[in-house]
């Protein structure tokens, strides 16, 4: 299974948009033959809490684990994450963090306990 965390500032994302947001990553999971399911969490950051460059974020985190994947793979699907977000929320490409991480046992086994 594939996970994915997104963490949003609050109000600039409707929660019916969201609900497309997850339809259309896990549509990108599959056809990318990643997994079969997603397992989602939204982190909603307070209004005010959030900043980037000195000022109130507009930005998103979008954080998709997956199996260890070649990099001419990872970018396509970068891409189409980054698209897919802009078109469903009216954000700008620099308003968007995407990354896709390899999760392999051995990255689990190294992890560190905070």
Same mark, same amino acid.
Do not use: N, Y
């Given at each position: ?6 963490? *949003? ?6 929660? @019916? ?8 990553? &896990?549509?990108?999971? =599959?056809?990318?033959q990643?997994? @079969? ?14 900043? &980037?460059?000195?000022a ?11 199996p260890?994947i070649?990099?001419?793979? =990872?970018?396509?699907? *970068? ?9 469903h ?9 995407? &990354? ?7 990255? *689990? ?6």
């Open positions: 299974m594939v996970q994915c965390v997104c963490f *949003l500032q609050e109000g600039q994302i409707p929660d @019916d948009v969201v609900g497309r947001l997850r339809a259309g990553i &896990t549509d990108l999971v =599959r056809s990318a990643l997994a @079969d399911a997603v397992e989602f969490a939204v982190i909603v950051v307070p209004e005010g809490q959030g900043w &980037t460059a000195g109130p974020s507009t930005t998103s985190v979008v954080s998709v684990t997956a260890p070649p990099q001419e793979r =990872r970018v396509p699907l *970068l891409h189409a994450l980054c698209d897919l977000w802009m078109s929320t009216g954000c700008k490409a620099e308003e968007i963090l995407a &990354t896709i991480m390899p999760v392999s046992q051995e990255t *689990l086994d190294a992890t560190v306990p905070v």
